[in-house]
C-alpha cells in the first residue's frame, strides 16, 4: 500500500505542468521580507540608539537652563532646555485625574518588559517652585497662575513629576477617523487578504491595542492621541497618563477595540505569556528613590487580570479561526 500511495505522487508530480516552486526565487512573505517588518522591530532597552540607562540618568541629573509651558492640552505639561541643548517633557503631579504622571512610568517600565521601545524613557524627578518659576521663559509666563493652582505642590515648595525623552518631530496620524478605523479594521480581521503596503502599519496598530488593553488606556482613539514619527510610518505608543485604572477586564473602549483586532504579532504573544507577578515588580514597583510607588498592589493586581483576559481572547480566536489567519506578524 505505501509502495503505491509512492508511486501515486511520483505520477501526479510527473503531470503537474504548473509553475514549479523554488523556495531560493520565490518571493518573501510580508512576513519575511524586511522592506516590510522594518517598522515592526524593536530595540528594547534602547531609544534613538542610546541606552535607556544613559537617557534616565540624563534626565533626571541634566541642569535646566529654561522651562517652556506646552499648550494644546487640559493638563500642565512642560518642557525642559538642558544645558546640553537636549529637552525633555515634564508632567508635574497635578489637581486632574485625566493625568497621572508615574502612570507614563509605568506605562514605559510595561513597553519594556514586553521587549518593545515604544513608550520614550521616563522617569521621576522633582523640581522646587523658585527653580521652576526662576526658568520660565518669557512666553510661557502667562500661565504662571495657571501652574500655581493646578499643580500638586508639596509642603516643601516642591513638585515631583515625570520627565521623558522629547521627540522633536511628532505627527499625529489619524487612526480614529472613519477613513483610516475603515481600512484598518479590514486589515486586523482575520480573513481579509493583508497587503504588503499595509502589513506593517497594520501590526503596529495591532500591538498598540493589545498594549494598551493591558495598561488599561482608554484615551488612544479619543482624537490626536495616535502618534507617529515624521515619516507617518513608525507609531509611538506614549501619552499613557490616564491609563491603569484597576479594573480586571479593561474598559468597555478597550474591550471593543480588543474584538476588532484578531491578527497578532507572535512575538507579543509570548512576551505576554512570559508576565507574572515577579516579573512586574521587579520592573514597575521596585523602583529605588521614586517618589511614589509606580504602581499600587490594586493597579498590579487588576494588570494581571487583564493579560489573562488577553490571553483568553487571543485563544479563543486562534482556536475559531487557525494559526496562519490570526498569528501573521512576527
Known amino acids: 500500500m505505501c509502495n503505491m500511495m509512492t508511486l501515486l ?9 504548473g509553475p514549479q516552486s523554488d523556495p531560493w526565487t520565490a518571493p518573501l512573505a510580508p512576513a519575511e521580507d524586511p ?43 512642560l518642557r525642559f532646555t538642558f544645558k546640553d541643548g537636549s ?14 504622571p508615574r502612570f507614563e512610568i509605568a506605562a514605559y517600565r510595561m513597553n519594556r518588559l514586553l521587549g518593545m521601545s515604544r513608550v520614550p524613557p521616563a522617569t521621576w524627578r522633582r523640581i522646587s517652585k523658585a527653580e521652576l518659576f526662576e526658568h520660565l521663559d518669557e512666553k510661557s509666563r502667562i500661565a504662571r497662575n495657571r501652574i500655581l493652582e493646578e499643580v500638586q505642590w508639596d509642603k516643601d515648595g516642591t513638585v515631583a513629576g515625570e520627565v521623558s525623552v522629547w521627540i522633536p518631530v511628532i505627527r499625529a496620524m489619524p487612526l480614529e477617523t472613519f477613513e483610516f478605523r475603515r481600512k484598518w479594521v479590514r486589515w486586523l480581521a482575520p480573513y481579509d487578504y493583508l497587503w504588503q503596503e499595509e ?20 484615551d ?20 499613557n ?12 473602549s478597550g474591550r471593543q477595540y480588543l474584538r476588532i483586532a484578531r491578527r497578532y504579532s507572535e512575538k507579543m504573544i509570548r512576551s505576554l505569556q512570559r508576565l507574572d507577578i515577579r516579573t512586574i515588580r521587579s520592573e514597575v514597583v521596585e523602583a529605588a528613590g521614586a517618589p511614589w510607588p509606580i504602581l499600587g498592589d490594586e493597579e498590579i493586581e487588576a494588570l494581571l487580570q487583564r493579560k489573562e ?3 483568553r481572547e487571543i485563544t479563543r480566536n486562534i482556536a475559531h479561526f487557525g494559526w496562519e489567519k490570526t498569528v501573521v506578524f512576527p
Open 35 to 77: 522592506a516590510f517588518t522594518a517598522e515592526l522591530q524593536e530595540t528594547p532597552g534602547f531609544w534613538a540608539g542610546k541606552a535607556d540607562e544613559v537617557w534616565l540618568r540624563q534626565l533626571q541629573r541634566n541642569e535646566i537652563v529654561s522651562i517652556s509651558f506646552n499648550r494644546g492640552g487640559s493638563s500642565v505639561s
Open 241 to 252: 497618563t490616564y491609563a491603569f485604572y484597576p479594573s480586571g477586564d479593561g474598559s468597555s
Open 309 to 311: 483576559y488577553l490571553i
Open 220 to 239: 488612544r482613539f479619543t482624537g490626536n492621541n495616535t502618534l507617529s514619527d515624521e515619516r507617518m510610518k513608525r507609531l509611538y505608543y506614549m501619552d
Open 199 to 218: 502589513y506593517s502599519l497594520a501590526g503596529q496598530i495591532s500591538n498598540m491595542i493589545l498594549f494598551d488593553f493591558l495598561v488599561n488606556n482608554p
Open 9 to 17: 505522487l511520483s505520477l501526479l508530480q510527473l503531470m503537474w505542468t
Open 87 to 100: 529637552m525633555a517633557a515634564f508632567k508635574p503631579d497635578q489637581h486632574h485625574e485625566q493625568t497621572v
